[in-house]
């Protein structure tokens, strides 16, 4: 009997060493993994800009050899201030030769509000508020009486673009941001 209660003794050592291992071995894998998972977690909340622009353009029939009112604007209809930008396309770049742009009674773009850039873009020099107009890129085109009949049937588009204005210094600056350059 004697090396029963021996053996039971023994057996029951054995269990509690082995609930005891268990429970250690459970205690260094928990703490190993807190170890391993440890870190801070903050979470970064932004919207992306809501730019909008709308063209606002006054235009007549263009007629070779009379002045003919053109006047390309862009609108801010976002949410936020914004640069704008423009370019002047041609559907056919040969009519250029053939093409006046005027400012009022000047002839040429308007410099004064808009600056043109090393890329071809011409960067309007002021913020655009939300709800404001730009001033117009120009006013009056003429087209040349001379200008080719293959040459007459071209367009000229304006196109403008924007990016919000918060953060920098002027709109070259922006638009490069935006590019990623």
């Not at 400012?103 to 850039?117: A, F, V």
């Not at 011409?122 to 107009?133: A, P, V």
């Not at 924007?162 to 590019?179: L, W």
Request: glycine content about 8%.
């Amino acid at each position: 009997m004697n090396r029963r209660r021996s053996a039971d003794r023994i057996i029951m050592a054995l269990r509690i060493i082995a609930v005891l291992s268990f429970v250690l071995l459970a205690m260094i894998a928990a703490a190993a993994g807190a170890y391993l998972a440890d870190g801070d977690r903050q979470e970064n909340r932004f919207s992306v800009g809501n730019n909008k622009l709308i063209i606002d353009e006054t235009y007549e029939i263009v007629e070779p050899g009379s002045k003919t009112v053109k006047k390309p604007q862009a609108e801010n209809t976002g949410k936020g201030d914004c640069y704008v930008r423009g370019r002047v396309i041609l559907s056919d770049s040969r009519a250029e030769e053939y093409l006046e742009y005027y400012m009022g009674e000047s002839s040429g773009m308007n410099t004064t509000d808009w600056k043109i850039g090393e890329d071809g873009w011409f960067y309007y020099q002021n913020i655009l508020k939300t709800g404001e107009k730009t001033s117009p890129v120009f006013t009056h085109i003429q087209l040349q009486e001379n200008i080719p009949d293959m040459l007459k049937d071209f367009t000229i588009d304006v196109l403008f673009e924007s990016v919000q204005s918060e953060g920098f210094a002027d709109a070259h600056e922006a638009f490069i941001a935006a590019a990623g350059e």
